[in-house]
């Protein structure tokens, strides 16, 4: 790799047709499946982009509402915010701090450690007869499935990619969703540019730039949400700084956090 | 454009060699030599993605720190932050409101509308002689810039392209800064799934994607700031949804926001 790594272009390869994902599926012989479909060969450096309501969905983290006892504080904070009691205790159940609360959001600390709204439970995607009586959970562990998602996938083709979880996720001050990272293996989350000069010679100072969440936002374009869609991007030709990380990484301190 | 709108791969070209920028450059002219040294001709639906930095310095907003002479509340924050008072003077007179104060860091409203922090201004990337002295402050209007600069390309290759200004900015609870869209043209920013059907046919309720900034996050990749980046990065092949729209569209509004 002594290359210039920006020498080249840079491709986004949305892998479709792929299958509707059920709990149990086995995502990496799926994913092998569509790249063979699209003639596509598993090369090093590639990254795959996976949403995170597949990884969700293969593990089986479905909850089905009428399954769930609201408590108290649940009863409490659906009033408030106009949610389903159920929900809400799913989304208690899952954070440890509730950070902020609005008309139909819950801004929490997940037990992940990221701050988002309903703790990143989706009652959207989910059920197969248009009911809407099942909530998608986060994974349990999104580094670990990304992890082992990747090691599965290095396991079929003998080449080992790097991989992001990624999920759409509103922002404090701007509207509309974009795709953050919330689960990576085989690179690092956020790469540190110090050190390096800057376009006139000068040492830059500070410039941590989170390339998981870049990455996971230009995977997130070509996944789309509807029928045209895909949960699988690759992207081929970017030149990942750094070794292996994880998307703790992504997650800013709290002694440096000036919103809490 | 009947096909299927995802049904090929989307590229990002790096535009490179790119020439440092001054006050006064015709960007347009050296964006339209650029592709051509790399073959490129420019087609409809192309994006291209172009660093605020080089807006900025084309549109000669820097200011001489030595001009600078900082008022009492800027001198009282200076203290507070560990900041240069010259460069929190110019912070307050590019904002409208102080939103958080913490170490070497304060965040605002700008007089754009979007809250961040530092109020967009930047010291690297400069200065010629590698002093300290100057700061670079986002462009007047960003999405005039946008326009302005697209309608000069559409007259110098007689092809209409979608364009988005882009800065680095960090978030509230994320480490690391990602690329952003300060200035839309071409393209609307925020698109609304609303109605679509989702993967198994139900009817997606809200889904605003804020395509502007994953396209913003996803040139950003490709740029760098250091010796082999470019402040300039050609998206092509991807299907934009929406028509004409601005920056503006991705504010959230006043009334919506939990962290003011």
Same mark, same amino acid.
């Given at each position: 790799? !002594?290359?210039?790594? !920006?020498? %080249?272009?840079?491709?986004?390869?949305?892998?479709? @047709?792929?299958?509707? $994902?059920?709990?149990?599926?086995?995502?990496?012989?799926?994913?092998?499946?569509?790249?063979?479909?699209?003639?596509?060969?598993?090369?090093?450096?590639?990254?795959?982009?996976?949403?995170?309501?597949?990884?969700?969905?293969? =593990?089986?983290? $479905?909850?089905?509402?009428?399954?769930?006892?609201?408590? +108290?504080?649940?009863? =409490?904070?659906?009033?408030?915010? /106009?949610?389903?009691? %159920?929900?809400?205790?799913?989304?208690?159940? +899952?954070?440890?701090?509730?950070? #902020?609360v609005g008309v139909q959001v819950i801004v929490v600390e997940h037990r992940l450690g990221f701050v988002?709204?309903?703790?990143?439970?989706?009652?959207?995607?989910?059920?197969?007869?248009? /009911? =809407?009586?099942?909530?998608?959970?986060? @994974?349990?562990?999104?580094?670990?499935?990304?992890?082992?998602?990747?090691?599965?996938?290095?396991?079929?083709? !003998?080449?080992?990619?790097?991989?992001? $979880?990624?999920?759409?996720?509103? %922002?404090?001050?701007?509207?509309?969703?974009?795709?953050?990272?919330?689960?990576?293996? /085989?690179?690092?989350?956020?790469?540190?540019? #110090?050190?390096?000069?800057?376009?006139?010679?000068? +040492?830059?100072?500070?410039?941590?730039?989170?390339?998981?969440?870049?990455?996971?936002?230009?995977?997130?374009?070509?996944?789309?949400?509807?029928? +045209?869609?895909? @949960?699988?991007?690759? $992207?081929?030709?970017?030149?990942?700084?750094?070794?292996? /990380?994880?998307?703790?990484?992504?997650?800013? @301190?709290?002694?440096?956090?000036?919103?809490?």
């Amino acid at each position: 790799m !002594n290359q210039n790594p !920006n020498s %080249r272009r840079v491709e986004l390869w949305p892998l479709r @047709p792929f299958p509707k $994902i059920r709990p149990g599926d086995d995502l990496a012989s799926l994913i092998a499946s569509a790249l063979a479909n699209m003639s596509l060969t598993l090369c090093p450096g590639d990254i795959l982009v996976v949403a995170q309501k597949v990884i969700s969905k293969s =593990e089986g983290r $479905i909850v089905r509402l009428d399954t769930v006892r609201p408590s +108290e504080r649940a009863v =409490e904070l659906a009033a408030r915010t /106009g949610k389903d009691p %159920r929900l809400v205790e799913l989304i208690l159940q +899952e954070s440890t701090e509730v950070v #902020r609360v609005g008309v139909q959001v819950i801004v929490v600390e997940h037990r992940l450690g990221f701050v988002v709204a309903n703790a990143g439970i989706d009652q959207s995607n989910v059920s197969d007869d248009g /009911g =809407e009586e099942e909530a998608l959970l986060l @994974p349990e562990d999104p580094d670990r499935s990304a992890r082992s998602l990747r090691d599965e996938l290095s396991a079929l083709t !003998n080449v080992t990619c790097g991989l992001i $979880i990624n999920d759409s996720w509103g %922002r404090a001050w701007r509207r509309g969703v974009v795709g953050q990272a919330i689960g990576v293996a /085989g690179l690092q989350s956020v790469v540190d540019l #110090r050190g390096r000069r800057d376009m006139n010679g000068r +040492e830059l100072k500070a410039t941590d730039v989170a390339q998981a969440d870049e990455l996971a936002a230009a995977g997130s374009l070509l996944m789309g949400q509807a029928d +045209e869609g895909t @949960p699988i991007v690759l $992207i081929r030709g970017f030149a990942v700084s750094g070794a292996d /990380g994880d998307s703790r990484a992504l997650l800013r @301190p709290r002694s440096e956090d000036l919103f809490r």
